[in-house]
């Protein structure tokens, strides 16, 4: 695979509604995309998707051994999906945040590493 990331037919459909229907592109590692669209278009549901944090959308996704896990998908600790709406709660501290993170990507922690993590 030449691209770092190959994306094909990819669709999703919410609700009875298709979002986004066969979108195909290649995405090399020096690449910037831009993702327009009306309100309601999938723009994010893609994004999350790509980024390995999304929910599943149809078609195939290929990605290049940078980023991906043994199994082919994307490594999330390797990528970074940065939203409109941040991913964190006001109500929980810092630290809170990071362990309820870690907690739901499926990742290792104590405090100590989250710790080290806010120090650096």
Known sequence: MASWLQARSLSSIRQNRTLFAR????????DLI???????SGKSTLM??????????????????EIALYDGQIDRAKVLYLGH????????TVLE???????KSGLPFDDSSL????RQ
């Open 23 to 30: 979108l195909d592109f290649d995405i090399n590692k020096s």
């Open 48 to 65: 999350r998707y790509l980024a390995g944090v999304g929910q599943a959308v149809e078609g195939e996704l290929e990605v290049s051994d």
């Open 115 to 118: 710790f080290t993590a806010l």
């Open 97 to 103: 945040n990071l362990r309820f993170l870690a907690q």
């Open 34 to 40: 831009q993702i327009k669209g009306v309100n309601g």
């Open 85 to 92: 709406l941040p991913a964190i709660s006001t109500r929980l």
